[in-house]
């Protein structure tokens, strides 16, 4: 079945407004280009379009409160860089492209960063939970990132105030542990780096 996306607002360059796109399983980065900057944010996993509204302002203040608290560690120990989204992150074969809310890569990979986006493995992945994405997160993010080989994922619940911290295991992710408001989370792909749950999830 062709997917049709009538877009009422278009983009200098992009796609007509009627436009046959392609099926669910068959986006390729080369349709994501053509998408319209619209305040949409999308994704492609897998070959499938995934699209969700402008972040709520608590997931913005988890996102900002992170990524400061890893920008000046990584200001201290030079450890590699880190982006805050939007940025896109190409993982061939599973992510043409995907935008992490956060993304850490390590020093010895920094070769994957290119001019216009991420083209490969980041050594950490971070995502803070909206109300209507949380299940891609929970559930087809999780299983992509696993299989691409991420050694280290986030997920931060602003509305729960936890965090939760999994590490690579072969090919699976195992939960090092859930934290909530009073508790720190220490991170295993970056020595040294450590923050409180209630400095990223504030009351």
Not at 76 to 91: K, M, R, W, Y
Not at 149 to 175: F, K, M, S
């Amino acid at each position: 079945m062709t997917m049709i996306l009538d877009f009422t607002s278009q983009a200098e360059g992009a796609a007509p407004a009627t436009f046959k796109w392609p099926p669910q399983g068959q986006w390729t980065y080369e349709d994501y280009c053509r998408l319209p900057e619209d305040g949409w944010i999308y994704e492609v996993i897998e070959g499938e379009l995934h699209m969700s509204p402008a972040p709520q302002t608590r997931h913005q203040r988890s996102i900002g409160n992170l990524f400061a608290e890893l920008w000046n560690h990584n200001k201290l120990h030079n450890q590699g860089e880190v982006f805050i989204a939007p940025t896109d992150v190409v993982i061939a074969g599973w992510a043409t492209p995907v935008q992490p809310d956060i993304i850490f890569i390590l020093k010895e990979h920094l070769d994957i960063i290119k001019d216009e986006r991420v083209e490969g493995v980041p050594d950490l992945v971070v995502e803070i939970l909206s109300p209507w994405n949380w299940n891609v997160d929970r559930q087809k993010k999780f299983k992509v990132y696993a299989k691409a080989g991420v050694p280290e994922y986030w997920i931060v619940d602003p509305d729960q105030r936890t965090i939760e911290l999994y590490v690579l295991h072969g090919n699976a992710y195992h939960l090092l542990g859930k934290y909530s408001a009073g508790e720190t989370v220490r991170s295993e792909i970056l020595p040294g780096f450590e923050v409180k749950v209630e400095e990223i999830c504030p009351a």
